[in-house]
């Protein structure tokens, strides 16, 4: 059974920084891409970032891109999701999840397993 279990969230003032991490169980941690994604209140879910099985390829939303960047540790079996200067428009609940397979994917149904989220939060 798949577990992924995010942490790190809370409440940050904008331009601050951020750092979620989810420590997976369950699986071959690198043999699967991971990602990160989001969901505000009345918005679907969006992709924020992801990272192949050997971390050597990233993936990055727009709206991310030069203020996050994802990384994973192998040997810890943790994605984590460094977050800068955060904006008001980047609170939301963030969820990791994992990939059917070595290479990422955008799309919510690229991902088979899912943590419960933690709540990202930024005051303007």
């Known amino acids: 059974q798949v577990q992924l279990v995010e942490s790190g969230g809370g409440l940050v003032q904008a331009g601050g920084s951020l750092r979620l991490s989810c420590a997976a169980s369950?699986?071959?941690?690198?043999?699967?891409?991971l990602g990160w994604f989001r969901q505000a209140p009345g918005k679907e879910r969006e992709f924020v970032a992801g990272?192949?099985?050997?971390?050597?390829?990233?993936y990055y939303a727009g709206s991310v891109k030069g203020r996050f960047t994802i990384s994973r540790d192998n040997a810890k079996n943790t994605v984590y999701l460094q977050m800068n200067s955060l904006k008001p428009e980047d609170a939301a609940v963030y969820y990791c999840?994992?990939?059917?397979?070595?290479?990422?994917?955008?799309?919510?149904?690229?991902?088979?397993?899912w943590g419960q989220g933690t709540q990202v939060t930024v005051s303007s």
């Open positions: 369950g699986l071959t941690f690198s043999s699967y891409a």
């Open positions: 999840a994992a990939g059917r397979g070595m290479i990422v994917g955008t799309r919510s149904a690229d991902f088979g397993s």
């Open positions: 990272i192949n099985w050997l971390g050597a390829s990233t």
